[in-house]
């Protein structure tokens, strides 16, 4: 069996307090594996969103644990926490969250310096994986001169560049087109196949989900199958 990168146990998250007080995750129990790619669904407010945040520890949870490779990321200090995900986890948005003023390989270089890596091979690797993503006629192109197929895959190029342990995307093909959809898609699974990269994907297209191996579908801050 492959081992399980993150475990959940019971976890809660719950906005506000008292009588306003809004339960978002329900005690939630899940194990998500070495390798695989995992699809989130569920309808709009079901707690999809709040579930990826607080597991891969954008978010605090309110109760129960959460441990990524082994270690509780909720009982670390904050800057400890920040510096476990800029060098294990990596993110793509719906909304690429590029920046706007820095090329193609320079926002995917970012992460690279930021964990420590010298300029010339954090360059070199995010100029090497651009490449194999088909974009590298593109590398000194800023987010405006690309298309929206072609600035999600410089997310995913950011996000995997660290080989982290786990990804997590949040609604990837959200603001593509069917075509865009389709290529990310299949970036994403061919993506896990040579890297053997864990990816977690909340999404409401039923093609990302049955590109991925498993789905787990939420319902009011529960999975329910």
């Given at each position: 069996?492959?081992e399980?990168?993150?475990v959940?146990?019971e976890?809660?998250?719950?906005?506000?307090?008292?009588?306003?007080?809004?339960?978002?995750?329900?005690?939630?129990?899940?194990?998500?594996?070495?390798?695989?790619?995992?699809?989130?669904?569920?309808?709009?407010?079901?707690?999809?969103t709040?579930?990826?945040?607080?597991f891969?520890?954008?978010?605090?949870?309110?109760?129960?644990?959460?441990?990524?490779?082994?270690?509780?990321?909720?009982?670390m200090?904050?800057?400890?926490?920040?510096?476990?995900?800029?060098?294990?986890?990596?993110?793509?948005f719906?909304?690429?969250n590029?920046?706007?003023?820095?090329?193609?390989?320079?926002?995917?270089?970012?992460?690279?310096?930021?964990a420590?890596?010298?300029?010339?091979?954090?360059?070199?690797?995010?100029?090497?994986?651009?490449?194999q993503?088909?974009?590298?006629?593109?590398?000194t192109?800023?987010?405006?001169?690309?298309?929206?197929?072609?600035?999600?895959r410089?997310?995913?190029?950011?996000?995997?560049?660290?080989?982290?342990?786990?990804?997590?995307?949040?609604?990837?093909?959200?603001?593509?087109?069917a075509?865009?959809?389709?290529?990310?898609?299949?970036?994403?699974?061919?993506?896990?196949?040579?890297?053997?990269?864990t990816?977690?994907?909340?999404?409401?297209?039923?093609?990302?989900?049955?590109?991925?191996?498993?789905?787990?579908?939420?319902?009011?801050?529960?999975f329910?199958?």
């Amino acid at each position: 069996m492959p081992e399980a990168v993150v475990v959940g146990r019971e976890v809660w998250k719950v906005y506000g307090s008292g009588d306003t007080a809004v339960p978002a995750l329900r005690g939630i129990n899940v194990e998500i594996f070495q390798g695989e790619i995992l699809a989130v669904m569920g309808p709009s407010g079901c707690g999809k969103t709040t579930f990826l945040n607080c597991f891969s520890g954008l978010d605090d949870i309110t109760r129960g644990q959460v441990t990524v490779e082994g270690t509780d990321i909720h009982g670390m200090p904050d800057a400890k926490k920040s510096e476990y995900r800029a060098r294990r986890t990596g993110f793509v948005f719906q909304s690429y969250n590029l920046l706007p003023i820095l090329s193609a390989v320079e926002n995917v270089e970012m992460p690279l310096l930021i964990a420590g890596r010298s300029a010339k091979e954090a360059r070199a690797e995010s100029r090497s994986i651009l490449t194999q993503m088909g974009l590298g006629d593109r590398l000194t192109h800023r987010p405006s001169e690309l298309s929206g197929g072609q600035q999600q895959r410089v997310s995913l190029a950011r996000a995997l560049v660290g080989h982290p342990a786990i990804v997590w995307a949040d609604e990837p093909t959200g603001n593509l087109d069917a075509e865009g959809s389709h290529q990310v898609t299949e970036l994403l699974r061919e993506l896990n196949r040579q890297y053997h990269q864990t990816m977690v994907v909340v999404t409401h297209d039923a093609e990302v989900a049955a590109a991925c191996d498993r789905t787990l579908r939420m319902r009011d801050g529960l999975f329910v199958s």
